[in-house]
Every structure is written in structure tokens, then in C-alpha cells.
């Protein structure tokens, strides 16, 4: 409790002191990887807690037992959280499934020579700076968010907590990223093809499922379902380090929710950084729910 308003910098990067520490995220940096884990990345707020209940649901063949009994920091620990060793001692679970925020960069090679299959997740930047914004007003171990303007000047600066979007995105899912065992899975696909994201990841796990057993992932980790399963919504945490009285960790999971707060000013400012950051980049986002593919050019 004491570290909720401490910041540890490791490599230039910022990290909550609540839950990190310099020994966690240097050991988390020489992780010693065994050729059955399952990894899962992203940069805060892309639909990370929604990948830990696909594969825990995909494990159980589709029994939420787990799920709904055992919380999901515990089912799939944070590999730089100073917690995490212990939890991963204390399992008993055939597979490790392990979650991270940390960027290629600094994780890239302690995966090297490992066959743990990475599953990276992302989702179009607009949604995940409101998000994040939002998440900073409940979450006591981020700092205190000023006015919109200023986080999304710092969003696009990647002066955040946990670094910059456009180096964790672009680490990721360069081509050296791509030669480890990964599949990259967006928030958007969960969103609009939950029934067929499921089958991507099951097939990728080399964990075949029944159609039944497809069916009863999706009811389970829908939104809702995860919305009010108190073992993945985060209500648990206490109020002295999420005040739920000023949000909902799992708020609206809408696709394009940027066009409630962006302006259009602060849209074609987003518009330039963007396309400045990422002209080499071939990765297309979803911007808007009702529209199923849009290049990285139409933002």
C-alpha cells in the first residue's frame, strides 16, 4: 500500500511502484521460458483480461468452474509484477499461462529459443487512450489524470505508464517478433467474431474444440458475462487501490467509444502523429463498429 504513489523506471519505461519493482522487471527480463507457456501481450487497455478468459475457457474445454472461482491474476499472473514467481511456484496447472505489458524489446530476448507460443493483442489506439484515460481515475496506482487533452498529448508522446503504443505495437509485430510462435489476435476481432476468434486461438494452442465446447466459451467470456464475474472485473481489488466508486474497470467494451470524447481538432492531431509514426506500418485497425476493415491511412 505504501508504493501506491511510487514509480519504478526500468529502461526509460514507467511502471506502477504498487505492483513492480526493479528486481521483478529484471527478473522479469531473464525469464527463463519453458517451450509449453503460453504468453499473453499488450500494451494496457486492449482487451488483455478478454484473451486470459479465452484461454482459460479454451484449457477447461469450456467449464467456466475455473474461471468464476480462481481470479485471473492468479490463472494467467503478470510476468513483471513481483507476484508473479510465487504464483507460478504455487500452480498446478500442466501449462503456464503467463501476461505481460512489457515491450519486445526488452522481452524478445529472453524468448529467444523458447517454442512458448505468444499471443499478441491489440486494439485501434483511439480506443485504447480513452480507455486508459478512464482506467487512470479509478486505478490509485497510476498517476492522477489531468484534462483529456493533456493524457492524450502524453499518450501520443509515450510518456505513460508502461511506454509508448506505437513501440509496443510495432516491437511486437515486426517481423522478428513474428519468427517466435505468435499469433496476433485484435479487440476488434473479439469483438465482432468472439465464436471465431476462439476457434483462431484454440487452433493456434493446438487445443481442438467440439463446437459445444466453442459454444460455452463464447457464453462466458462475453462482455457481460465478464463484466459481472467478480473472479475477471477486478472488483475484488480494494477500493484503496481501485476506487470503484469512480468507474468500472470493464467499462463499455465499445468499438470507436473515441468519438464521445475526442474533438475533431484532437482527432486530426491524433490523424498526423499517427500516420507520421506508423508510414511504414502495413497493420489495419477498425475504427468504427459498423465498419469491418479500414487501412492504417483512414484514420
Not at 526493479?22 to 527478473?27: R, T
Not at 469512480?246 to 465499445?254: L, N, P, T, V, Y
Request: hydrophobic letters at 35%.
Amino acid at each position: 500500500m505504501a508504493r501506491l504513489d511510487v514509480t519504478e523506471s526500468f529502461h526509460g519505461i514507467s511502471f506502477p511502484g504498487h505492483l513492480h519493482t526493479q528486481e521483478s522487471l529484471e527478473s522479469a527480463v531473464k525469464f527463463l521460458f519453458k517451450d509449453t507457456d503460453v504468453l499473453i501481450v499488450s500494451y494496457p487497455k486492449s482487451g488483455t483480461t478478454w484473451m486470459q478468459e479465452i484461454v482459460s475457457l479454451i484449457s477447461s474445454r469450456g467449464d467456466p468452474q475455473l474461471s468464476r472461482s480462481v481470479p485471473n491474476w492468479t490463472r494467467a499472473p503478470w510476468l513483471e509484477q513481483y507476484y508473479c514467481s510465487a504464483v507460478l511456484e504455487a500452480s498446478s496447472a500442466p501449462h503456464r499461462v503467463i501476461t505481460t505489458h512489457l515491450p519486445y524489446h526488452l522481452l524478445g530476448p529472453a524468448l529467444q529459443g523458447s517454442k512458448a507460443k505468444v499471443l499478441y493483442v491489440s486494439r485501434n489506439p483511439k480506443d485504447v487512450v480513452v480507455s486508459f484515460y478512464y482506467f487512470h481515475k479509478m486505478a490509485n496506482f497510476l498517476p492522477e489524470a489531468a484534462s483529456f487533452p493533456e493524457f492524450l498529448d502524453q499518450f501520443l508522446q509515450g510518456t505513460l505508464h508502461f511506454g509508448s503504443w506505437f513501440d509496443h505495437i510495432r516491437g511486437w509485430t515486426s517481423q522478428t517478433a513474428a519468427a517466435h510462435r505468435l499469433l496476433h489476435v485484435t479487440y476488434e476481432q473479439m469483438s465482432l467474431d468472439l465464436q471465431g476468434t476462439i476457434k483462431r486461438v484454440s487452433s493456434f494452442l493446438q487445443r481442438p474444440l467440439v463446437d459445444d465446447e466453442v459454444n460455452n466459451c463464447v457464453k462466458h467470456c462475453s462482455f457481460s458475462s465478464m463484466r459481472d464475474n467478480q473472479m475477471v472485473n477486478y472488483s475484488l481489488v480494494p477500493e484503496q487501490i481501485m476506487d470503484h466508486s469512480k468507474g468500472s474497470f470493464m467499462r463499455k467494451g465499445e468499438i470507436g467509444d473515441w468519438r464521445n470524447l475526442f474533438t475533431e481538432e484532437q482527432n486530426q492531431h491524433f490523424v498526423s502523429v499517427f500516420t507520421s509514426k506508423m508510414q511504414d506500418c502495413t497493420l489495419e485497425f477498425v475504427w468504427e463498429k459498423q465498419v469491418k476493415e479500414e487501412t492504417n491511412t483512414e484514420v
